[in-house]
Structures are given as structure tokens and as C-alpha cells.
């Protein structure tokens, strides 16, 4: 029940196109849910969150949706850019607990 | 703030030494991780501290990984005796319980063990 489910694997997407991420948990206690981007060498960084109250949330390009009832959630990346070839983790926990990842997602956008 | 740092970046060990890794967490954090991540099994939470005492091993693979947290600025993770299928890239993170803003890691240590 601890676990996120995330998909696709890897995905391949052209410059200017959208990206789109999909997690999926059982748990109904979690109550905090991040992205993740980790670059080649580098350890992986927040890169966007949201809690269960709001349905969507946007930062620049980046947007997290949300569905309760369906326990899934999902970034969507847009206008996407070779820069943002990276690997992403999908995340959650409940109040006071340690964070469940994804499995990753390793993104590449082509020129 | 420097953020979490971790050393060594990288390290070489033959099968059967002692490997000692590091890692200084951003200073106030009050939880320290410490993951393996590897291109089968992702990232593994292999075990954390909530104010220098462990709250949860439960992840630490074998006997022969243990970690301590002397005090609230700088954590150990070691492995003897290291064997081949340790190599990975291990990561050490911090956070501030209630800062919401998830954990900050370091840039992790590759490990081959040869």
C-alpha cells in the first residue's frame, strides 16, 4: 500500500511537444506529493509538489494534476525542451513519514 | 547554504574492503536519508534518521551496511565487506519536518567495487 506506481518508463518527446508523466498510489493517507528531476551525475531535485486539496498546480512550464478519486497524479511538461532531458521521480508521503518514489522516468527531448 | 554534501564522488574498492561514505546535511535539517540507486531497482531507501537516531533500517540490504549519525551535522555510511553487486550511486538527503518543501540531495557517491 506504501507503493507509487509511475509510467511510462522512458519517454521520447520533440522540442516543443508535451510531456506527460502518470503515478499512481493505493494509499489514501498521503497527503504530499513532489516531483522529482535528477540530471546525469547529479542527485535528484524538487521540482514541483501538491497536496491533495487542489486538483492542479502550475509552476512556469511544469503542471502536477491531481485526481483524488483516482489516486493518480501526473506532471505535464510543455513547450518541452532538450534541457529538460532528465530522469523523473514521482513521489509521496503522509504527515511525518518518509517519502514512496516512483520507479523513474527517464525523459529525452529531441531538437 | 551549501546544500548536502556527500564525499567521496567517486570511489574504487576491491571486493572484500571496507568503504566509509560521508555525507554533512544542511544545517538545522532534522532528518537525514541515505539511498542506493541503481539503473534494476531505482532508488532504495536503505535507512533514516530523525535527529541522530535511526527511525527506520529496515532497508539496509545485509549485515554488512551499517550507518550512524554522531551528531546533527555529519552521517557515516559503510559497508564491510563490500562486494560487486554494491556498486551503485548512494545519496544522502535532509529535511526539515513541517518546511514542506520535501528533501534536498546531495550529489551522491558512485561505488564500484571491483
Known amino acids: 500500500q506504501q507503493q507509487v506506481k509511475q509510467s511510462p518508463q522512458s519517454l521520447i518527446v520533440q522540442k516543443g511537444g508535451i510531456s506527460i508523466i502518470n503515478c499512481a498510489y493505493e494509499?489514501?493517507?498521503?497527503?504530499?506529493f513532489p516531483w522529482y528531476q535528477q540530471f546525469p551525475g547529479k542527485g535528484p531535485a524538487l521540482l514541483i509538489a501538491?497536496?491533495?486539496?487542489?486538483s492542479e498546480k502550475k509552476e512556469g512550464r511544469f503542471t502536477i494534476s491531481f485526481n483524488k478519486s483516482a489516486k493518480q497524479f501526473s506532471l505535464h511538461i510543455m513547450d518541452s525542451q532538450p534541457g529538460d532531458s532528465a530522469t523523473y521521480f514521482c513521489?509521496?508521503?503522509?504527515?511525518?513519514?518518509?517519502?514512496?518514489f516512483g520507479e523513474g522516468t527517464q525523459l529525452t527531448v529531441n531538437p | 547554504d551549501a546544500g548536502v554534501i556527500q564525499s567521496p564522488r567517486h570511489e574504487v574498492t576491491e571486493m572484500g574492503q571496507e568503504v566509509t561514505l560521508r555525507c554533512k546535511p544542511i544545517?538545522?535539517?532534522?532528518?537525514l536519508f541515505w539511498y542506493r540507486q541503481t539503473m534494476m531497482r531505482g532508488l532504495e531507501l536503505l535507512i533514516y534518521?530523525?535527529?541522530?537516531?535511526?527511525?527506520?533500517d529496515s532497508g539496509m540490504p545485509e549485515d554488512r551496511f551499517s550507518a550512524k549519525m554522531p551528531n546533527a551535522s555529519f552521517s557515516t555510511l559503510k559497508i564491510q565487506p563490500s562486494e560487486p553487486r554494491d556498486s551503485a550511486v548512494y545519496f544522502c538527503?535532509?529535511?526539515?519536518?513541517?518546511?514542506?518543501?520535501?528533501?534536498?540531495f546531495g550529489s551522491g557517491t558512485r561505488l564500484t567495487v571491483v
Open positions: 538527503a535532509s529535511s526539515l519536518v513541517g518546511q514542506g518543501k520535501g528533501y534536498t
Open positions: 494509499n489514501t493517507a498521503f497527503d504530499y
Open positions: 501538491i497536496r491533495p486539496d487542489v
Open positions: 513521489a509521496a508521503k503522509t504527515s511525518g513519514s518518509r517519502l514512496t
Open positions: 544545517s538545522g535539517h532534522d532528518y
Open positions: 534518521f530523525n535527529n541522530n537516531v535511526p527511525i527506520d
